[in-house]
Each structure stands twice: as C-alpha cells, then as structure tokens.
C-alpha cells in the first residue's frame, strides 16, 4: 500500500509569514491528492482537491501544487484562524491513506 | 445544502455491539461513495472504508477489515458503522464523509463526528 508521509509534523510562524507543508507519497498517484483543515475541536474540511484546486469557498492565501510523489500546501500569509491540523489524502484507489498531519501554530 | 447528520455520543462496555449512523440530505444518496473515518483522541485521521450505496460495494482498509462492518439503507439514504464486540481501544471519534464517484474521490462534506467512548 502506498505511504503518505507529510513533514513537518509541527510548525510555529507568525502571523503573515509564508508557511509551506509537504506530503510525499510512496509510489505516485498523479494529483489524486487532497488537503484538509481541522481547527481545534472541529470536523476536517476539505481545502484542496486534484493536488491544486482551491475548493470554493477557501481563502485565496492557501493553495496546493505537485504531481506524482511530492506535493505542498501553502499558505502565503498566516492568519490567526488558519491555526489547526492540515492533512492530505491519496485518493485515487483504496486504501484512501490520510498523512500524518501538521500542526500549524502561531509564534 | 449538503449534508451529513451522524448520530448521538455512545458510551459502552467492552464486548457490547454498536451500530452509528449517518444520514445523507440534500443530494443523490445514490450518486456517490460513503466513507468513514475514525480519529483516536489527539491523533491523526485513519481511513476505516467506504460503500457505495447503489449496490453496497464496500471497501475496507486493511487495518480495520474484519474488525467493523460498513452498510447502508438506501430507502433512508443513511450508512451505518458497526461493532460486534467493542474493545477499550475503539474509544475514539468517528465521522462519516462523502466521497465523489470517478476522480472525484475527495471526502467532501464531512458529517459532525460521533464519540464513542468504550470503558468498563
């Protein structure tokens, strides 16, 4: 089964510094890739889906890039509510395998 | 609007049986997969498995085959998650997701969780 593996598993920025969260798969999966947001206390809510396609609704700051084994979230400009857990999501076939996760937090 | 109802907070015994539910509105209950997903308390999310409600196909993760039984109704367009016999360590948070047919696999919308608590 494929592995997703995102790095770091913990970051601390400040408010208005470019954050950057790394999945890597272990065999590639096009861009059959998603990221999720949970903030503290709540339900995942999907952000990006096909590696790169900002879901409607989704702040402009945050988007996704890559292909293959190695994709990014970013967020250009760390705003206070954007504190939570990010995880990515192979989806192409099963098992549909979460990351890790990465908590982001605010220095 | 789109949405995903999961039943109330569980608290049971370890060997008792549990079946949680979630119910689909405002979209083709037939149209797409179900999935759930299960989160332990302050980790990460694990996928359990998913059904397709037309015609039942369910697929599980290897870490949870033969442990939890997916189903569904579809005359109520709701899927269930079940138990036969729980275990202290089934404790956890669980959310039901809708999954799209095709490339469109992202979990999107996500149902509102159900804790289940298991402890003797």
């Known amino acids: 089964d494929i592995r997703m593996t995102q790095s770091p598993s913990s970051l601390s920025a400040f408010v208005g510094d470019r954050v950057t969260i790394t999945c890597r798969a272990s065999?590639?999966?096009?861009?059959?890739l998603a990221w999720y947001q949970q903030k503290p206390g709540k339900i995942p809510k999907l952000l990006i889906y096909?590696?790169?396609a900002l879901q409607s609704g989704v702040p402009s700051r945050f988007s996704g890039s890559g292909s293959g084994t190695d994709f990014t979230l970013t967020i250009s400009s760390l705003q206070p509510e954007d504190v939570a857990t990010y995880y990515c999501?192979?989806?192409?076939?099963?098992?549909?395998?979460f990351g890790g996760g990465t908590k982001v937090e605010i220095k | 609007e789109v949405q995903l109802a999961q039943s109330g907070a569980e608290v049971k015994k370890p060997g008792e049986s549990l079946k949680i539910s979630c119910k689909a509105s405002?979209?083709?209950?037939?149209?797409?997969?179900i999935g759930w997903v299960r989160q332990m308390p302050g980790k990460g999310l694990e996928w359990i498995g998913i059904?397709?409600?037309?015609?039942?196909?369910?697929r599980y993760s290897p870490a949870f085959q033969g442990q939890v039984t997916i189903s569904v109704d579809k005359s109520i367009s709701t899927a269930y998650l079940q138990w036969s016999s729980l275990k202290a360590s089934d404790s956890a948070m669980y959310y039901c997701?809708?999954?799209?047919?095709?490339?469109?696999?992202?979990?999107?919308?996500w149902g509102q969780g159900t804790l289940v608590t298991v402890s003797s």
């Open positions: 096909a590696a790169s």
């Open positions: 065999q590639g999966i096009s861009d059959y």
């Open positions: 997701a809708r999954r799209g047919v095709g490339s469109a696999g992202w979990f999107d919308p």
């Open positions: 059904i397709y409600p037309p015609d039942s196909d369910t």
């Open positions: 405002g979209f083709s209950f037939t149209s797409y997969w």
């Open positions: 999501q192979k989806y192409n076939i099963v098992p549909l395998t």
